[in-house]
């Protein structure tokens, strides 16, 4: 049985990588792959939980280290739970963020440390890394402003975070392109949805090819 691709999206608040990556599903089936679409954190009941735990907007108290702990929590039991079998079974796994979120978002934006966050991470993931990572690159401003206007979004937690905050996870992104160039394919997501669902489809048919 052929293995499948892991591929992951990732990006800062607003970017609109959730609303792509369901119309690249769409597409690659209508093609005749088979393709799993998953998010972080979540995809499966004890993610799930975890995630309404951590992006509860009543939890401002939470610990920086207590958060990325959970994330890592729950990023392992989606990765033996869901991601794994789905890969073994020879599926394209697309996942709305994975492991570059903690390191942005922890590792940097929270200050405690991109190599920090990641020694948490590696224990968690067992070295399964994504075949490709597709960065949603938008301002801040903009992704802000694209929040403020999508009236029927999810409000969690991070969305209550000031400019400054998201300032630093952009900021931490970049310094994570430049760790793993190789991996992460950066695209303009300033355009409408079908501008850059038709470049993300370009990257990841590539990959497919490869």
Known sequence: ??????ITVEGPEGAGKTTVVAEM????????FEVLLTREPGGIDIAE?????ILNPDHTTMDGRTEALLYAAARRQHLV???KPALEAGKIVLCDRFIDSSLAYQGHARGLGIDEVWKINEFAIES?????TLYFDLSPEEGMKRIAANKGREVNRLDL???????????GY???KARFPERIKTLDASGTVEAVTSDALQIVRAILED
């Open 25 to 32: 599903k769409k597409q690659l089936e209508s093609e005749g």
């Open 174 to 176: 970049q310094l994570i």
């Open 128 to 132: 399964m890394m994504p075949d490709a």
């Open 1 to 6: 049985m052929s293995k499948g691709r892991f």
């Open 81 to 83: 739970e869901r991601v």
């Open 161 to 171: 975070e000031g400019m400054a905050f998201h300032e630093k996870v952009y900021e």
């Open 49 to 53: 939980k975890i995630r309404g735990i």
